[in-house]
């Protein structure tokens, strides 16, 4: 049962609290807030409207702070005390007090809810009552009939003593109230000491307490300090302060997974852990787009500090037409509908700047610059470095003000030149180090590299450990480093450490980590007894990224044997050989790397990937990691490790049946993700690949699938061509079951260019094809019979949009329908029935209720006047749901615009408002030009939206769009008359 709580408090002093707190309240479902703000401006008395919302409210929540508010005038205080004259009897003084006029509208709420008989919770803020102020007075009164305003000054710890007073009540249950903090990925990198930041700690203060800031994004290049910056911030403000405010934390590096521009990462991992942490009840369930939508909705419902460190390796680089867009789909979801609605705060470094959300009012951007002189300097004195200032400041400027390049610049001239500054110069900058990302951090490292090769021998022990974080892009495991310490030896690369014993090794690691070589990897640990070889042991991205080139061109022999190690070390202790869930297969993602660098691509592919992995390729039993767990990008991420150059190039180390496979599979997995555009070249390499081989029934599939592709983003000359040619090379192939499907790939992209009749005898001869192949089910099935399906209905459904443009909502003279209208209905309904009696898989019958979803809309349209609201068509809401779960995000904006059309006959116009937006998203995100034109047109149709139907017109003609001609003609000539 939902009670009604009165949040009684002044808006000037308390409104952010007190939203906040609303927030979280109607969030639960559980309690319904009320306040002033609700019905101030209704046009009726304060005073009497206080005294009816607090009559139906079941307790007040009362907050004393310095403002005591508008007070309401003497008639309405008069008027009060005639309608309840016991009143003045029970509370004489405060009678008397009010009709002078000097109780405000909020210091009513308190007696109002005493007079009535509602529990009253009252606090105060003893910092902000003053003595003889109305507010201390007002506090004084309530103690005389024993309410005693609790003391507390805070707005955190208030929050919290509101929230345990309902618990109290049994409004709220524990799993409701209990603040839930994940263990931190980024608490290890938080220094002792931050120099030269204050004014980006104030400003991430500021967004925390501001309600209009949903998302914090802060940008900046490598080795700058974000994480630092950000780690301090967390660690100082919550962490050692036992998190006040916060009801739910949770962090995630992505430094840990690569930040090359070449780097191909996803946040399955991440999506996953996280909706596992926020109680998802089933993690793997839907699109990626859907999981990260589902992630927002459970972040929405606490007040959740959430921090995502380092997202570029997400991001498109700068030298992408789309730089800085965010290339996952569920991490786009995510941050997206966090910018719309987050009553915590989402915070986000990165090094691009994040072009999605850019224009949302609630996104808040701040740029981390270099460190400020002073700064550098204290930071450089803190490092204990003797000399003059002028030195200092010219170390300073030599580094540009790079933070990182600062730190391991003091930390090598305390080791290796007696902490003197002037040895700054030892290290070489040039004027070009100050403005390329990372580049004098890279020279500090050199300097720092060769002076630990010409030192003593636990120097060089140090240096052999060092370079093993070249051949990691995450955190190194305690057992991959024992691997690689283990015999025998591999030269160039292992020996001292090989020789070294357990507490030389625990020496050396020790004072990496002392000198900011070295952090622990991986979650925080409690205590500091644990040694460094038994944590994750990580370095700085821009340290990594230094040995990897290293170890790649001065050492490849042991750049190859050491990953070759960790790919057998990966493969032998993974367990059980097919593991379950996007966690267990973490350690073969990582083994499939490892095995590509070391050369042993073949391997990688046939013995982890296809075999562990995937499972096998067999559309039916195959695919595990896609099927089962939609690990899309996870899956994308190891292709890319078989590519030299990504989306165009395969090693040549793999036989070229399977450079052709990994072509197609990335052109797949791109176009799945969303990355249609980039799905382009990989699908066009692997087709020129299978013509090159004579492999006639492989390239049938690829050119029918690149036909598909460039449907759907509008290059329709480009997708009749490749949908023509995929027929030729099916002929060749002599497989007749795929002949049949790129016969209706050919005709679908035949269809949408205009050309129905030559698509027609197309899908006749594939009609005919089935017939032989298929003797008992008749009619095409499947998504064959779903195309074939589409184009029968084409003329139908133009009759049904003309009666939609001309007659007003209401008239029931419409225009005769064709005919054979009815002939064509039935036949497509006994189709789509027949199909769904034995479809197999979830997209064909999703695209059969989709087609007799058509068929009911084209029926009630063109006998019915509209609007319809008791007509029912379950066939819609169970066609968009079944995409949803497919995961099938090119397939849904046609349940979403058959949605739209539904809920418009019901007369249901928000809703099918809401239906044309969500398909707008996905198909600018696509980018899909053909969905953009439908949407346009159904707007323009439906609500009579001459703007858009410019824009649809435009799209049309530009795009070739040739389906549509009729229906654009229709509508223009119905707009005359809008």
């Given amino acids: 049962m939902t009670e009604t709580l009165f949040l009684s408090t002044v808006t000037k002093e308390f409104g952010p609290f007190r939203a906040r707190l609303a927030r979280f309240l109607q969030r639960t479902k559980k309690v319904h807030v009320r306040h002033q703000d609700d019905f101030f401006h209704h046009g009726v008395p304060t005073l009497h409207m206080l005294e009816e919302e607090i009559i139906k409210s079941t307790f007040v929540v009362h907050i004393i702070g310095a403002e005591p508010g508008w007070a309401p005038p003497i008639d309405q205080v008069e008027g009060f005390l005639k309608r309840h004259d016991t009143f003045e009897k029970k509370y004489p003084d405060i009678a008397k007090v009010a009709r002078t006029g000097v109780i405000s509208a909020t210091q009513w709420e308190a007696w109002l809810a005493l007079f009535f008989g509602k529990r009253l919770y009252a606090y105060e803020s003893p910092k902000r009552l003053l003595d003889g102020s109305p507010q201390k007075l007002h506090s004084d009164r309530l103690h005389q009939p024993h309410q005693h305003p609790k003391a507390i000054d805070d707005e955190d710890p208030l929050f919290d003593e509101v929230i345990g007073s309902l618990f109290e009540r049994g409004l709220l249950t524990q799993a409701e109230i209990e603040r839930k903090i994940a263990p931190s990925r980024i608490l290890k990198h938080a220094p002792d000491k931050l120099f030269g930041r204050e004014k980006w700690l104030d400003a991430l203060d500021e967004a925390w307490r501001d309600d209009k800031v949903n998302v914090y994004t802060l940008i900046a290049w490598g080795g700058v300090g974000k994480t630092a910056l950000v780690a301090h911030w967390v660690a100082t403000r919550f962490h050692t302060q036992k998190w006040p405010g916060v009801e739910r934390y949770f962090d995630w590096s992505f430094y840990s997974q690569g930040t090359g521009d070449s780097r191909q990462t996803s946040s399955d991992v991440f999506i996953q852990d996280a909706l596992k942490f926020f109680d998802d009840p089933d993690p793997i369930k839907g699109s990626p787009w859907e999981r990260g939508q589902r992630l927002a909705g459970l972040i929405q419902k606490h007040r959740t500090l959430l921090v995502l460190d380092g997202i570029e390796p997400l991001q498109y680089p700068p030298n992408d037409p789309q730089a800085g867009r965010l290339k996952d789909q569920a991490l786009e979801a995510l941050i997206q509908g966090l910018a719309a609605d987050n009553p915590g705060l989402c915070i986000i470094t990165s090094r691009e700047h994040l072009t999605n959300i850019e224009s949302l009012p609630a996104v808040r951007e701040n740029k981390l610059d270099k460190l400020f002189q002073e700064a550098a300097v204290a930071l450089l004195r803190h490092l204990q470095l003797v000399g003059s200032e002028e030195e200092m400041i010219k170390a300073w400027d030599a580094a540009g003000g790079h933070a990182l390049t600062l730190r391991l610049l003091g930390r090598l001239i305390a080791r290796a030149y007696g902490r003197d500054i002037r040895r700054w110069r030892e290290v070489k900058f040039e004027e070009a ?546």
């Fill in 433 to 978: 180090d100050k403005l390329a990302q990372g580049r004098s951090a890279v020279k500090v490292m050199r300097k720092t590299e060769e002076w630990l090769r010409s030192a003593e021998t636990a120097q060089h022990l140090e240096l052999a450990a060092l370079r093993l974080t070249g051949l990691f892009d995450r955190p190194m495991s305690p057992d991959s480093f024992r691997a690689l310490c283990a015999a025998p030896v591999i030269a160039g690369l292992t020996e001292m450490l090989v020789s070294a014993s357990a507490p030389e090794l625990e020496a050396a690691l020790d004072t990496l980590v002392a000198n900011d070589l070295l952090t622990h990897g991986g979650i925080e640990v409690a205590g500091s007894t644990v040694r460094h070889s038994d944590l994750p042991i990580d370095a700085h991205p821009l340290i990594r990224e230094y040995f990897a080139k290293q170890l790649r061109e001065k050492e490849p022999a042991a750049f190859k044997e050491a990953h070759s190690r960790l790919f057998d070390h990966l493969c032998k202790t993974t367990k059980p050989h097919r593991p379950d869930g996007i966690d267990g297969l973490q350690p073969l993602y990582q083994a499939v790397l490892h095995g590509c660098l070391a050369g042993r691509q073949q391997e990688a592919f046939d013995e982890v990937y296809v075999e562990r992995i995937v499972r096998g390729t067999d559309q039916a039993v195959g695919f595990y990691s896609i099927k089962k767990l939609g690990a899309f990008g996870a899956d994308l991420a190891a292709v890319a490790a078989f590519f030299d150059a990504p989306w165009r190039r395969v090693s040549p180390n793999l036989t070229e049946s399977d450079q052709a496979w990994l072509l197609n599979a990335a052109g797949s997995f791109l176009r799945a993700l969303g990355r249609l555009t980039e799905a382009l070249q990989p699908m066009r390499s692997g087709l020129d690949m299978r013509v090159q081989q004579q492999s006639w029934k492989g390239a049938a599939i690829i050119a029918g699938n690149l036909s598909e592709l460039e449907v759907n983003l509008g290059r329709l000359t480009d997708a009749v061509t490749d949908g023509r040619q995929a027929i030729i090379y099916a002929d060749q192939s002599g497989d007749s079951l795929e002949k049949l499907k790129v016969l209706t790939k050919a005709a679908d992209a035949l269809t949408e260019s205009g050309k129905r009749d030559e698509a027609g005898p197309l899908f006749s001869k594939a009609e005919g094809m089935w017939a032989k192949a298929f003797p008992r089910f008749p009619g095409m099935g499947s998504t064959f019979g779903y195309r074939y399906c589409d184009w029968l209905l084409n003329p139908p459904e133009r009759i049904a949009w003309q009666i939609v443009s001309i007659c007003a909502l209401g008239t029931t003279n419409k225009p005769s329908p064709d005919a054979d209208l009815e002939h064509v209905c039935n036949e497509v309904e006994r189709r789509a029935n027949s199909s769904l009696e034995w479809a197999s898989d979830l997209l064909s019958t999703c695209l059969d209720r989709l087609t007799l979803a058509r068929i009911g809309l084209i029926r009630v349209i063109t006998t019915n006047p509209l609007p319809q609201p008791a007509f029912d068509l379950p066939h819609v809401a169970a066609a968009v749901n079944g995409f949803r779960n497919a995961g099938q995000m090119d397939q849904l904006p046609k349940g979403l615009l058959t949605a739209a059309l539904y809920h418009f006959v019901r007369g249901e116009h928000a809703a099918a408002r809401a239906n044309l937006n969500e398909a707008l998203q996905i198909a600018e995100r696509g980018p899909m030009p053909l969905y953009l034109a439908d949407v346009a047109l159904h707007r323009a149709r439906m609500f009579r939206d001459k703007t858009e139907l410019a824009k649809a017109a435009k799209l049309i003609r530009d795009l070739g769009y040739g389906r549509r001609d009729g229906e654009l003609t229709d509508a223009e000539e119905a707009a005359r008359s809008w």
